[in-house]
């Protein structure tokens, strides 16, 4: 018979508030880094867990898989909860990578993360279109049909992707579109703008990955195309917290009206890791700003990052920083991520 998993020492619900000047915990550091580069994909150490195992060998991958799940949260989040941030990759026997692939993943289906989030305590999830699937949709369609309502899906699109395949999608479960604002990425004038007509239509969300100063340009396009619609800013904006612009321009952002933060990737923020400290902080600075703007996200499996990956039940763990109560955790966890991507109300008891 297989061993429960373990929980920290103390778990309780929620934990107290927290005084300014508390720190949290350092995420404890995992193995060491990757190199990134080409290389075969190994299974890593079996899990104790029961049903929570590595994930699958693909293709050569350049970038590692996501930790090995060992213990659980301290906090339990309420019925209802959402991941407003995560990917699916593969199987690539079943759902191949895309051939122009700016990155190779492990295999991270389905399966491996609804054991996550049975293991976390997530209900729901946000399930968003990456880059080494490119435009074929197979592997997040396929999730949302076999989520049966659990999942929302955020889409890639391109200028084949016509307006009736889309609502083939929104009634599969998709509910946003992806642009990116990076140094890789950033989309043309007439694709800008015809993704915001597609969406508008829809009543979907716009969900933006920006990059440091991408936030500025992005702000500027906005405007210049006078959307009002809704927008989603992926992982606090990536942006360094201490720059002036980029900080007044995420703060004005979100003052607009219809626009919103996942408060997820602490790890891409964070300038030292594994400590968490200063971007935990900050997510809790965007929470107060705005409580009823704000989801939270695991980013699982943590795709294209070399180097330090976190561990998810310190990311949930660390969510105590952001919310002080049970009804500020429900806000974000549970209300929020409801209205901004039209989820059902959960039932009462």
């Known amino acids: 018979m297989t061993e429960p998993l373990p929980e920290s020492p103390g778990s309780r619900p929620l934990a107290p508030s927290l005084p300014e000047s508390t720190r949290p915990r350092p995420i404890t550091p995992g193995p060491p880094p990757i190199t990134p580069g080409l290389r075969p ?14 994930t699958t060998p693909g293709p050569l991958s350049t970038t590692p898989g996501p930790r090995p799940l060992t213990h659980r949260p301290r906090l339990v989040p309420p019925p209802g909860s959402c991941d407003a941030h995560v990917h699916v990759f593969g199987p690539h026997a079943v759902f191949p990578y895309a051939a122009d692939r700016p990155y190779t993943p492990e295999d991270v289906p389905l399966e491996r993360l609804r054991e996550l989030h049975r293991a976390l305590g997530f209900d729901r999830a946000v399930l968003v279109q990456p880059t080494c699937h490119g435009r074929d949709h197979s592997a997040l369609l396929d999730a949302l049909r076999r989520g049966a309502g659990r999942y929302r899906g955020v889409a890639l699109l391109d200028t084949a992707t016509d307006l009736p395949t889309l609502r ?4 599969a479960g998709m ?20 993704t915001l007509a597609l969406v508008a239509e829809l009543g979907w969300h716009l969900d933006v990955h920006v990059i440091g100063t991408g936030i500025l340009r992005f702000a500027d396009r906005l405007r210049a ?14 942006i360094d917290p201490r720059d002036g612009p980029q900080r007044n321009t995420l703060l004005t952002l979100l003052d607009r009206g219809d626009t919103w933060v996942k408060l997820s990737a602490a790890d891409r923020l964070a300038r030292r890791p594994p400590a968490l400290d200063d971007a ?17 996200g695991s980013d699982f499996p943590h795709p294209n990052t070399h180097g330090f990956i976190p561990d998810d039940a310190d990311l949930v763990d660390g969510i105590s920083i952001v919310c002080h109560d049970e009804s500020t955790l429900n806000r974000l ?13 959960v039932p009462n008891g």
């Not at 994909?41 to 590595?54: A, N, Y």
């Not at 509910?175 to 890789?184: D, H, I, K, L, N």
């Not at 935990?280 to 939270?296: K, M, S, Y």
């Open 41 to 54: 994909t190994t299974p890593g150490p079996l899990s104790t867990t029961p049903g929570l195992r590595p």
């Open 168 to 171: 083939r999608w929104h009634d």
């Open 175 to 194: 509910r946003g579109a992806r642009v990116q604002f990076t140094p890789a990425s950033e989309p043309g004038r007439a694709e800008f703008a015809r």
């Open 225 to 238: 195309e006078g959307y009002r619609g809704r927008v989603v800013i992926d992982h606090m904006g990536r």
């Open 280 to 296: 935990l902080r900050f997510a809790r600075e965007l929470f107060e700003h705005r409580p009823d703007r704000c989801v939270w």
């Open 333 to 345: 966890l549970v209300e929020n991520p409801a209205e901004c991507f039209d989820f059902p109300p």
